[in-house]
């Protein structure tokens, strides 16, 4: 058993998923302040201060006042988290009200 | 075609359109797709949607000067350039002249986490960014249905869709969107049900190994349209549609006379040749001579300095020049100074229509006066009969809308009925030739006769014609007991002729000589008279002249006879004559 535990953190390692020390980089683009961007910043900002305190970095951005960032990320759906860091990158869209979803794009299930 | 044009623009006065400088597509939707409104294109994959909604935009920015955006759902814009340079389209300029905007719009599915509830503002955003950084008028959005792939929540895409078309109507840009066909949809997501002003149908279809592009307008609200498929063609100068029932009778007919090349032929069909802008079909069996004729009337259009456009299809034009100037006519240098243009290929390698099309473009590319088709029945191997009859209404009807002379040549087989040509196009052609061959004594000779020709007397004669090194060359007309002669008969005819002729000239001649013998005889026997009469004359003279000296002699005699007997008997004697009486009184 011993064996096989070092076996899966090893390829845990090997594929690069998130140490408990690993940053989060992560980019919220949103269209001015509409229920649904403020409904998705609440529920971002609540997963990160519960999970990834002090080792996140949230960017809120309004597509409205920076319409050459949404060419630039290639955003169409709005609200969109995009996952920066670390990869691979993911995108979150909608108002992540879907909690089991969120964290699952976020790498962030618990493990079983 | 301008004429009806004009009609549908008349009848819907204030209806304004974009025109797409799409040949042939402005032509059937009377001007071009509804400004300020989406047009769907829907079609197969690989029919040509995406080069249409390009040539669109393309041909909005270059000719019309109407900026605008392309947003790509499935081709980066590199790719879009690379894809469209071979049709002469430079995307990047366009882009550095502020013409036209690209965006690329990529939705991964394998990267996309759906969380709740969305929209696609983000689509907006960029749209309405790229409209207004160049003031675009025109947008295609290809092909937008894509999202549906990318995102799962079809109830938002369908909201978010109907939106979208109509802030596009709102933003006042003239949009193609397009969409992908299928399940016997119009398109797989229903987008036909936003996009209601116009929907265009391109279609690829392959009947029997040939395949062929259509185009359709299924619907055009507000505007009377043509419903017909057309065939189109994409090229190296992108799209030509063709629009062909929009042609009709109203061709003017024109009364100048052009000749056939072969001065005897000319002479056959009331001494001029064919009327200009005329179609003349030359019908007959193998080898009988068509090919021939046809070079004649295209070296004297060249020679009057006219362009001529051979289509040829089934010699390559090597061939034909070859065989030509086997019979002394040389087409090359006409070919050299650009006169002459041969399109040799294959009736086999297109559909009908991509026939049609393509004779289409190359003559309003080219801009002839004269168009050879040879042979023309050869394009029914690729259609029905029905089919090739059709297209020939429609391309007669074309060339002769252009004022262009056509020759067409037809191959009737053997064991048809001669006065019939393989495509039933005889009703359609204003002077039709007929070359056959005449089967007797053991040989084969070539004739040919004017089986109709309207608006001009022509002969009712059958010619016999040989090919000779100076061309096709009409020989007289010999008629025996059989009806014409030809070949050795008419040899035979024509050596016993000049026997006679030969004979009768030798009787003439031999008059002519007996007539100069007897006239110098003549002329020898009045001088021989003459000689006669003058020698009897001499004699004459002498004798008178004799006595007249005697006379004289004598009177001397008696005179000198008188002064010896003393005067007055000399008086008394000489008294009776005159002499003796003058001569006493000059002796007073």
């Not at chain 2, 013409?99 to 983000?122: H, K, P, Q, S, W």
């Not at chain 2, 002969?459 to 000779?468: C, Y």
């Not at chain 2, 030809?486 to 000239?505: M, N, P, V």
């Amino acid at each position: 058993m011993r064996a096989n535990s070092d076996a899966t953190r090893a390829f845990e390692s090997a594929v690069g998923a998130p140490s408990p020390e690993q940053r989060y980089a992560l980019r919220l683009y949103v269209t001015g302040m509409t229920p649904r961007s403020t409904e998705a910043f609440a529920s971002i900002k609540a997963i990160c201060e519960e999970r990834l305190q002090g080792r996140y970095e949230l960017t809120v951005i309004d597509i409205y006042q920076n319409p050459q960032l949404a060419i630039d990320e290639q955003i169409v759906a709005v609200p969109t988290l995009v996952k920066v860091l670390p990869p691979p990158l993911r995108r979150l869209v909608g108002d992540l009200s879907n909690m089991e979803r969120v964290l699952s794009g976020l790498d962030l299930r618990r493990k079983p | 075609m301008t004429q009806i044009d004009h009609q549908q623009t008349s009848n819907n006065p204030g209806f304004a359109k974009a025109p797409t400088g799409i040949q042939g597509l402005d032509e059937i939707t009377g001007g071009g797709l509804p400004r300020g409104r989406p047009t769907l294109v829907c079609g197969g994959a690989g029919c040509g949607k995406t080069l249409l909604a390009m040539e669109f935009l393309v041909r909005g920015a270059t000719q019309f000067g109407e900026p605008g955006v392309f947003m790509s759902f499935e081709e980066s814009a590199t790719e879009l350039t690379q894809n469209v340079r071979s049709l002469g389209f430079d995307l990047d300029d366009l882009v550095q002249k502020k013409m036209l905007a690209i965006d690329f719009v990529r939705v991964e599915r394998n990267e996309i986490e759906e969380t709740g509830e969305y929209d696609l503002e983000g689509l907006f955003v960029r749209l309405n960014f790229a409209i207004d950084s160049i003031g675009a008028k025109r947008v295609v959005l290809d092909t937008i249905e894509t999202l549906f792939g990318g995102l799962s929540n079809v109830s938002i895409l369908r909201g978010e869709l109907r939106r979208l078309f109509r802030w596009l109507k709102d933003k006042g840009v003239t949009a193609v969107i397009t969409g992908e066909s299928g399940d016997g949809a119009l398109t797989r997501h229903s987008l036909e049900e936003y996009v209601s002003d116009c929907v265009i149908v391109l279609d690829h279809r392959v009947t029997e190994q040939m395949s062929t592009r259509r185009l359709r307008i299924v619907k055009y609200r507000g505007t009377s349209h043509e419903t017909n498929e057309y065939p189109f063609l994409i090229d190296a100068d992108g799209i030509s549609v063709l629009p062909v029932t929009s042609l009709g009778l109203q061709h003017t007919a024109s009364t100048t006379r052009i000749s056939s090349g072969i001065p005897r032929l000319d002479a056959m069909l009331g001494g001029d040749g064919y009327f200009r802008g005329s179609t003349v079909l030359m019908s007959g069996t193998a080898g009988s001579g068509k090919s021939s004729i046809a070079a004649h009337f295209v070296a004297a259009a060249c020679q009057r300095g006219e362009r001529c456009l051979y289509f040829a299809f089934e010699e390559s034009p090597g061939q034909i020049l070859r065989n030509m100037r086997s019979i002394g006519i040389d087409l090359e240098p006409w070919m050299q100074q650009g006169l002459l243009h041969f399109h040799a290929s294959r009736a086999a390698i297109h559909g009908l229509e991509m026939h049609l099309a393509t004779i289409h473009k190359l003559v309003r590319k080219f801009q002839p006066r004269v168009v050879v088709m040879d042979p023309v029945g050869s394009l029914t191997s690729v259609g029905t009969s029905q089919d090739a009859n059709v297209m020939l209404t429609r391309l007669i009807d074309f060339l002769k809308m252009q004022g262009i002379t056509a020759m067409l040549t037809s191959l009737t087989s053997g064991d048809a009925a001669l006065e019939q040509t393989s495509t039933n196009v005889s009703m359609l052609v204003d002077t039709w030739l007929l070359l056959r061959d005449l089967e007797l004594d053991g040989e084969r000779n070539r004739v040919m006769y004017v089986l109709k020709s309207r608006g001009m007397a022509h002969s009712n004669q059958l010619r016999e014609f040989l090919l000779t090194d100076q061309g096709v060359e009409l020989q007289n007309v010999y008629l025996g007991a059989e009806g014409v002669l030809t070949g050795s008969a008419r040899q035979t005819r024509e050596a016993t002729e000049k026997a006679a002729r030969l004979l009768r000239h030798q009787e003439v001649e031999a008059k002519q000589r007996e007539r100069v013998l007897k006239r110098e005889a003549q002329e020898a026997r009045i001088i021989a008279l003459q000689k006669e009469f003058e020698a009897e004359e001499e004699v004459a003279k002498r004798d008178i002249d004799q006595e007249q000296s005697r006379e004289e002699t004598n009177r001397q005699d008696r005179d000198r006879m008188g002064i010896s007997r003393q005067g007055d008997k000399v008086l008394k004697e000489a008294e009776p004559s005159a002499r003796s009486h003058e001569t006493p009184r000059s002796r007073k």
